[in-house]
């Protein structure tokens, strides 16, 4: 029996790994049948052989395991923040459209404090934005204990996060709604 | 962890859509612009980031902590950040050898 060790990661090794196998097979077959250079039909001579491939490869190394778990950290990581950052623009929005509209200037001239003008922001977009991350993060705790390390992990994280992800914007775009209750 | 994290993003992110808000006089290009800026943002840096610490490129570790501690004055980006940190440390599979996970501080 004869063994072969190749190298997968080397596509151009293909080749040469078949040309050796040939060879291994060429040279069983002449040590089985020493008359077999005399023979004029070789196929007939030949011994019945098998090639019986089986797949062994070495484990993962320490640093592409880690390499891996660090890739797909930063892509989970990405994708939440990614629908993290809907909160800014619909605040800096907000902000604008009052000032657009002369609410601001006219709340100042009304007497009220600058300070608690913005404190009172704060404070109402900070109670809005609790609700849906408090929801992405509930999302988050039961399907993150699912994410394991294999070779799906990527898909797999990067499938979670983006529902996360686009519950997270559903839930954002509900502001909107408050805008019906205005005429 | 990542709860805390979150309230604490909430600070930041509103503190900072609230400077931005300024650069803007029409409320529907503030939310474009805004969430473009920051969408754009925390993928750029997190790319510059990831890049400046591949350790074929040999960049001193002084310029990644630079870059790191400016661009972590951009919340979604510290957001980001601390997911990462927090995800690498917390997903070290069952099976792996724990110095398997710790590789990844090689990456910092």
């Avoid at chain 1, 790994?17 to 040590?31: F, G, K």
Wanted: glycine share 4%; with cysteine; proline share 5%.
């Amino acid at each position: 029996m004869a063994h072969l060790v190749m190298n997968a990661s080397m596509l151009q090794s293909i080749p040469v790994s078949i040309s050796v196998m040939n060879s291994i097979r060429l040279t069983s077959a002449i040590t089985g049948n020493p008359t077999l250079a005399s023979m004029r039909n070789v196929s007939d001579s030949l011994p019945s052989m098998a090639i019986n491939v089986t797949y062994d490869p070495f484990p993962l190394q320490s640093a592409t395991v880690g390499v891996g778990i660090f890739i797909a950290a930063q892509t989970q990581s990405l994708y939440v923040a990614s629908g993290f950052t809907i909160v800014a623009g619909m605040i800096a929005s907000q902000i604008v459209h009052e000032r657009e509209l002369g609410v601001k200037s006219m709340q100042l001239m009304m007497g009220i404090n600058r300070v608690m003008y913005w404190i009172s922001f704060f404070i109402f977009d900070y109670v809005l934005y609790l609700i849906p991350a408090a929801l992405s993060l509930g999302l988050l705790a039961i399907l993150n204990p699912s994410v394991r390390y294999t070779r799906t992990v990527n898909c797999l994280a990067s499938s979670i996060c983006t529902v996360t992800l686009l519950l997270f914007r559903l839930s954002i775009q509900c502001r909107h709604l408050e805008g019906l209750s205005y005429p | 962890m990542i709860a805390t994290t979150a309230v604490l993003y909430g600070f930041a992110v509103i503190m900072f859509a609230y400077v931005a808000s300024f650069l803007f006089s029409k409320h529907t290009t503030a939310q474009t612009y805004t969430l473009l800026l920051c969408t754009l943002g925390v993928t750029i840096l997190q790319g510059i980031s990831f890049a400046l610490s591949y350790p074929t490129l040999n960049v001193a570790q002084l310029a990644q902590d630079i870059f790191n501690y400016v661009a972590l004055l951009f919340p979604p980006y510290s957001f980001a950040t601390a997911l990462t940190n927090l995800a690498y440390k917390t997903q070290c599979p069952p099976g792996v050898p724990e110095e398997a996970c710790k590789q990844v501080q090689y990456f910092e």
